[in-house]
């Protein structure tokens, strides 16, 4: 008998960071998205226009659409307070364990949701705070870790893997739609929180904090993504420059374009259902599916316009702030362009999707834009940055519910809606124009250390 034998095939360790990547921000986005769906079946009907009985689904609060907007806006309270913090605890203790062990807890609250419903809705504010808290270290942890592995001309790729958060939203809203159909709301928690779990299981088996650290890499790959890197990303624990960086105007052309990108998606994130459902008329199931749309058409577009980049880098067509600025239209420009069209032809319930659709697909450019510029200016404090611009951004988080509440409170129609969508359009385009002026994508002076050895070299790629 002849035994033949396989040759082993070695998949790049970085390939595997980069898919855990995508996993981590799926399971971060199950457990941020699912109250925008579930809390439908939660609450009474204050919507004048629907007369038949809501369905049952589990016992029904009589929460007024500011406690909605509360309760929806709380996690985004306790996220951006580890926001900054999340960054430096990554950069000095890994970000592979920082980011676990926060997730496997947010796991357990997700799970006591009900509970803390039928307490009050004081108790869930309390349980959707604590989650933000503990989840404010994903994108920092997330940086840190693609500052490490990521080698230049395959950022965008690794940049566009955080885009398993958007995935997270194209799932979680129709799945649970199905699971509280069939089983109740109290069974979406509980479903959510088994995947978190077992998301994190997979996460500590698969990841290390660097190539250094990983126990199964291959030599070659390893000496090829340190030489890429070169000098620019060092291991040493620092501390942050926080007087140069918040000095440094290229930062703060960040800073805006940043919360201009997540004032759109918050605001998707948290009104979109309550929006198809209540305003439009769509059942359950079909808010969770149709309101899942634009995320993934944002996630696709993601990958494509972050190829699309590193090809361009490839082949230095284009200097990397050029690149960052002309990738703004796509990101930025485009996306507040269709809002505020959506202002005005949204009546028409697949003519509001549509745009909706176009509108946050653009967005996916983000990944090239506001979601890399970070690694740009300073790879040594990636995390850090990225903290910083997302503790601001997260405002929007809890601002967009309020605004939403403020134009809905007495009537929840249409109509209400038109000023909360030429709002979004414009914190949308506004912040791009700032940063056509003042971004920047070179590597900053203040992210230099002292002692550095060593120079970029030119390696043959693994």
Known sequence: MVFITLPKIYVPRRLNVAIMLFVGCFVGYVMRTNLSINIIAMVENTNPNITIP??????????????????LGAYFYGYMLTSIPGGILAENF????????????????????????????????????????????LY????????????????????????????GTVITWPVSGLIIQALGWHWAFYVAAIVILCGMILWFIFVAD??????TISAEEKQYIEKSLGADVSNKNRIPPYWSIMKSTPFWGLILLHYGSMWGL??????????????????????????????????????????????IRRRDWLTVTAMRKIFCIPSHILPGVFLIILAYFGKDPYVSVALMTISLGFNGAASVTNLQNSQD??????GTLYGIINFLGTTSGFFSPMLVAAFTE?????????????????????????????????????????????EKTTVDKI
């Open 377 to 382: 200016l300073a790879p040594n404090y990636a």
């Open 266 to 311: 918050f605001f998707l994130l948290t009104a979109t259902p309550k929006f198809l459902s209540e305003v439009l008329g769509f059942n359950l199931s079909s808010a969770g599916f149709i309101a899942s749309l634009p995320h993934l058409v944002r996630m696709l577009g993601a990958f494509a316009f972050g190829s699309l980049a590193d090809w």
């Open 94 to 137: 890994g970000g592979t364990r920082v980011l676990g062990y926060s997730f496997l807890l947010t796991g357990v609250l997700t799970a006591l949701t009900p509970a803390a419903a039928a307490l009050n809705k004081w108790a869930v504010f309390a349980l959707r705070f604590s989650q933000g808290f503990l989840q404010g270290v």
């Open 210 to 215: 660097n190539p250094a650290k990983h126990k």
């Open 140 to 167: 920092p942890c997330c940086h840190n870790l693609i500052s490490k592995w990521a080698p230049p001309d395959e950022k965008g790729k690794f940049v566009a893997s955080l885009m398993g958060g958007t995935f």
């Open 54 to 71: 809501s369905p049952d689904y589990g016992p029904r609060y009589n929460w007024t659409q500011n406690d909605q907007a509360l309760l």
């Open 410 to 454: 007495e009537n929840n129609a249409i109509e209400q809606w038109h000023w909360v969508f030429i709002i979004g359009g414009l914190i949308y385009i506004i912040p791009a124009l700032i940063f056509w002026l003042i971004g920047s994508g070179s590597v900053q002076e203040w992210n230099e250390l002292e002692g550095k050895e060593g």
